[in-house]
């Protein structure tokens, strides 16, 4: 899903939705984790979400058809190789007609896959010519705009590695082995049902090569008890037509045995083998987070600060300032901190610009930074607990409503503080037209600060920061 966002927003607008990044930031996790739950909300507004389940349902429906169309073709392809009985069976241009397609593209895909590291292109074109037939006709099958991308998508995430080249190898295998298994069980079918002469026939080669070919063919077969005919019953085979009861025997046990061992069998263990490559290579993927598409995305879902809000029900009462004798002589000196300030609030710029022409200068007060996350705050308190400040103004931005959080977090700056005031930043026509300075008013008289303790201007900000109540 996150893939086929990130190919959308690279040819389209960016889908910058509100809802879908404040529920990628509301995530645990790192950055990966917030982009996939971006994408999973994006991909339901716009419908990828239920186009990737039809077109997963229809990945399956089309390999089981094309499985169940292969075993008849193969059923097809013995009837024909066999023929009714009325003419003896070539052993030599039966097998090399029922495996001989079938080992050239085992040779084909093991080439495919050797070559595949110095390759470029599609990944999707590592798997096997069954097995890209397969996506091409569930492609086909869903031709919906919502699904257009799903292929490019699915390449693009596979592209690194082998991972492609496993799970369209798996369906590719899958389908040659039902394509032999049915071959194998018409070979079986035709043998138990009709009476058959088995011969060999050559023009220029010595009888000991077919001989030797057929011993060597029939050497693993015969490890597994399939019968085997000797080398008498070989060479009465080149002569005229095997009728004996027990050569027959022995040939048709030759070859459904060779058509087991080098046809059924390997295509089976491969198509387990991928099917298991697949899914750990699958289990394995990573997001290429370095890519354009995804490095915009960082600082919206991963922002260097954020607004809390308030997360706690309303207390039966704000805290008060507590005057402890521990900070009634605060040796921090004088500090200025931020809460939640807007974005054109640069701080501390917009705090010094209040000193006029020594804004240059260096401040006589120290910058105790923003305080937007937990960790930020409560560094804070362990700071000012340790090392309480004489002067501590607190800006905030006085166009925003004062939450409970928000007072909350001054009253308990103000108690580490030997004297607390706060900077009502950005106040304008506006904010005082919504009653935004009234608003703060209250809400720090109800923690016990009352109207002197705000400031109304970066001027009078810094005047108290550097000299006290002798600025007044």
């Known amino acids: 899903m996150a893939e086929l966002v990130r190919r959308h927003e690279e040819h389209h607008p960016p ?76 052993v030599i241009w039966t097998l090399g007609g ?58 693009g995430l596979l592209g690194g590695g082998r991972t492609a080249a496993w799970g369209v190898g798996a369906a590719n295998h ?31 080669l010595p009888a000991d090569t077919f001989v030797a070919l057929s011993a060597a063919l029939g050497a693993l077969p015969g490890v597994l008890g399939f019968p085997v005919p000797d ?100 040796d921090g000196g004088a500090v200025a901190v931020a809460i939640e300030l ?7 710029h917009a705090l010094a610009a209040g000193r006029g022409d020594a804004a240059d200068a260096a401040p006589a007060w120290e910058d105790g930074g923003r305080l937007d996350s937990r960790e930020q705050r409560r560094g804070a308190r362990a700071r000012f607990a340790a090392h309480p400040p004489v002067r501590l103004v607190v800006a905030v931005d006085a166009r925003q409503t004062p939450d409970r959080g928000s007072l909350g977090l001054i009253a308990e700056l103000a108690d580490h503080a030997q004297a607390t005031r706060v900077w009502l930043a950005g106040i304008d026509a506006a904010a005082e037209q919504a009653g935004r300075l009234r608003q703060w008013r209250e809400g720090l008289a109800g923690i016990g600060l009352d109207e002197a303790a705000a400031l109304m201007d970066a001027g009078a900000a810094c005047g108290w920061l550097e000299r006290g109540d002798e600025a007044r």
């Open 15 to 90: 889908l910058d939705e509100a809802r879908a990044h404040a529920e990628a930031r509301a995530t645990a996790g790192d950055f990966e984790a917030r982009v996939l739950r971006r994408a999973g909300a994006l991909g339901a507004a716009a419908g990828w979400r239920e186009a990737i389940v039809r077109w997963q349902g229809r990945a399956r429906l089309v390999l089981v058809l094309a499985f169940a169309l292969a075993f008849v073709f193969g059923f097809g392809a013995a009837a024909g190789a066999l023929g009714d009985g009325a003419r003896p069976v070539n």
């Open 98 to 155: 029922l495996l001989g397609v079938h080992l050239l593209s085992l040779a084909l895909w093991l080439a495919s896959l050797m070559l595949q590291g110095r390759a470029q292109g599609d990944a999707l074109h590592h798997g096997g010519l069954l097995g890209r037939a397969w996506l091409a006709v569930t492609g086909w099958l869903d031709r919906s705009r919502e699904a257009a991308d799903l292929p490019l998508a699915l390449g």
């Open 174 to 204: 899958a389908l040659w082995f039902g394509a032999l298994a049915g071959a194998t069980l018409g070979v079986l079918a035709l043998l138990a049902t009709r009476r058959y002469g088995f011969v060999w026939e050559t023009t220029i």
């Open 231 to 330: 080398a008498a019953t070989v060479l009465a085979s080149g002569d005229a037509p095997m009728l004996d009861e027990a050569g027959r025997r022995a040939w048709a046990g030759w070859l459904v045995g060779a058509m087991t061992i080098y046809g059924v069998l390997p295509r089976l263990a491969l198509a387990l083998l991928c099917f298991w490559l697949w899914r750990r290579a699958t289990a394995a993927i990573v997001l290429d987070l370095g890519r354009p598409g995804y490095a915009r995305l960082r600082p919206l879902l991963m922002p260097d600060s954020e607004r809390i809000g308030v997360r706690d029900p309303e207390p039966a009462a704000m805290p008060h300032p507590q005057r402890h004798a521990t900070v009634a002589h605060g």
């Open 342 to 348: 807007g974005d054109d609030l640069a701080w501390p």
